[in-house]
T-cell receptor, first 114, second 112 residues
């Protein structure tokens, strides 16, 4: 158990809909990262938040947005969903600074868009 | 632009033998390289990392070797055990940027 929690575990929805994925980082971690893993692909970095502020952006679509709240949990919002958005979405957290860049991953949310 | 590549999608090894997983990268600015292990229906789990200023790091049965001139790293697992069967991801990061760049993963199967 990494200490990072994600809900829901599975999500099935239809094209055009909007969903919200939730992540709680490990106690004490200020950084939260979101990654997308499509079928048989590596994890693609989407976005990072540090202590409530957006810190880095990767290949995140304009239809997607995220935020980190004062209690440090984060939400990833996916709207106008398309079939190609079906994927595993992982959240990770890390220590505030330094270290070897080790990130601790949650169990993921499997999104299926029908 | 695939900055981190794992060219072998799968690898099969006999129990007790050595497993060698390979990874190549293109960006010479990476400061750290990490290996993650992933079981089905779980998130990736950190295994071992290496700084770009080192050429070897060892932790129990796991050793990572870094060859900067060849932009190549490898993970050695000795001896391999059935519980090692999983997908292994190589990842890299630039200190400060903090985002991990992942390879596509290699599925390791340990045969009894």
């Amino acid at each position: 158990d990494s200490g990072v929690t994600q809900t829901p575990k599975h999500l099935i929805t239809a094209t055009g809909q909007r969903v919200t994925l939730r992540c709680s980082p490990r106690s004490g971690d200020l950084s939260v990262y979101w990654y997308q893993q499509s079928l048989d692909q590596g994890l693609q970095f989407l976005i990072q938040y540090y202590n409530g502020e957006e810190r880095a952006k990767g290949n995140i679509l304009e239809r997607f947005s995220a935020q980190q709240f004062p209690d440090l949990h984060s939400e990833l919002n996916l709207s106008s969903l398309e079939l190609g958005d079906s994927a595993l979405y992982f959240c990770a957290s890390s220590v505030p600074r330094g270290g070897s860049g080790e990130q601790f991953f949650g169990p993921g949310t499997r999104l299926t868009v029908l | 632009d695939q900055q981190v590549k794992q060219n072998s999608p799968s690898l099969s090894v006999q129990e007790g033998r050595i497993s060698i997983l390979n990874c190549d990268y293109t960006n010479s600015m990476f400061d750290y390289f990490l290996w993650y292990k992933k079981y089905p229906a779980e998130g990736p789990t950190f295994l071992i990392s290496i700084s770009s200023i080192k050429d070897k790091n060892e932790d129990g049965r796991f050793t990572v070797f870094l060859n900067k001139s060849a932009k190549h790293l490898s993970l050695h697992i000795v001896p391999s055990q059935p519980g090692d069967s999983a997908v292994y991801f190589c990842a890299a990061l630039i200190q400060g940027a903090q985002k991990l760049v992942f390879g596509q993963g290699t599925r390791l199967t340990i045969n009894p």
